[in-house]
């Protein structure tokens, strides 16, 4: 058990999680706003041995080591790696704090997302950002069916995607650091990025955060009238090449304003931003409960085994 737990912000655990943190620390507190400062953070921390964030906070190399209790930082957030974590994990490490995050919580938002709005771009459903009629992207109602659609990073939620369009007919291709196998034989084609942003109408970005794919010699293979969805935490392009893309006869389409990027955009004729995260279901945060609660608990069964081991 920990002596102190502290949510240094909201981490969108459900109430019987919450509960559930009253017996893994003597001392648990949860703070329901964002700390402003690095100062704040460590207020907050204190003599806590364990921390808990969500993505909207970045838990830095100054705050951590002002912070001498800390032995476990659990991420209640997606984490993939540790250069687009909000968290200095190396850091960390070299401090023998154990740091968790999550993954695969809110993929099955993201899929219905990027369909609902592809089928509504293509049937002409809705009104566009200025609140005129939408017209069907190829003049005429069009399905999914034969549509080519290319996929950039093909992990968890990019195969969700990928399978999703699959069914409703469409020709996947994708482009990932790694061929897919498993990928390949349901069909959907590797391909080059160049050629992939080339020879698909619509494509769908599916990047870990802070990784940047698209520059300028990637949009003009891309092209024009192009659908272009960005599913990731922050942009895939470089600025000053998108935005020459961008006022051609092109649209965008990502759920909030850290996808894409520029809030000047937000006003921008072809761009389709909620700006709501999509991901950030009911059923998403029973997942993401489920997973810090285990990550907990197992951090906890492992420093109980070794403190076992050293006192035998």
Same mark, same amino acid.
């Given at each position: ?142 399905? #999914? ?11 968890? %939620?990019?195969?969700? &995607?990928?399978?999703?369009? +699959? !069914? ?107 700006? #709501? ?11 993401? %409960?489920?997973?810090? &609660?285990?990550?907990?608990? +197992? !951090? ?13």
């Amino acid at each position: 058990m920990f002596k102190k737990l502290v949510a240094i912000e909201p981490i969108s655990l459900i109430l019987s999680a919450e509960k559930k943190l009253q017996s893994l620390a003597e001392d648990v507190i949860l703070y329901e706003d964002m700390p402003s400062s690095v100062n704040e953070i460590v207020e907050r921390i204190g003599d806590a041995d364990a921390v808990l964030l969500s993505y909207t906070t970045t838990l830095s190399k100054d705050a951590i080591a002002q912070c001498p209790n800390i032995a476990y930082i659990g991420m209640c957030c997606s984490l993939y790696t540790p250069e687009s974590a909000n968290v200095d994990i190396e850091y960390a490490n070299s401090r023998d704090i154990t740091v968790t995050g999550i993954r695969d919580y809110g993929d099955e938002g993201v899929v219905e997302y990027v369909i609902s709005e592809l089928v509504s771009a293509l049937h002409g459903f809705g009104v566009n950002p200025n609140g005129s009629q939408r017209t069907p992207w190829n003049g005429l109602p069009s399905e #999914i069916t034969g549509l080519k659609a290319g996929i950039v990073g093909l992990g968890k %939620s990019g195969g969700m &995607i990928a399978d999703a369009l +699959h !069914f409703f007919g469409a020709d996947v291709s994708y482009f990932s650091r790694t061929r897919k196998p498993e990928a390949e034989a349901k069909g959907y084609t590797y391909l080059p990025l160049q050629e992939l942003l080339s020879e698909n109408e619509v494509v769908i970005t599916c990047l870990n955060k802070n990784t940047i794919l698209l520059h300028d010699a990637e949009f003009k293979a891309f092209g024009n009238h192009k659908i272009l969805f960005n599913t990731g935490l922050s942009p895939a392009w470089d600025e000053q090449p998108f935005n020459v893309w961008l006022n051609e006869d092109n649209r965008v389409y990502c759920d909030t304003l850290g996808a894409l990027g520029d809030k000047a955009l937000f006003e921008h004729p072809h761009v389709n931003c909620v700006n #709501i995260s999509v991901g950030r279901t009911k059923q998403a945060f029973d997942r993401l %409960s489920e997973k810090v &609660i285990h990550n907990i608990e +197992h !951090f906890l069964k492992e420093e109980y085994a070794l403190t076992c081991s050293d006192m035998n």
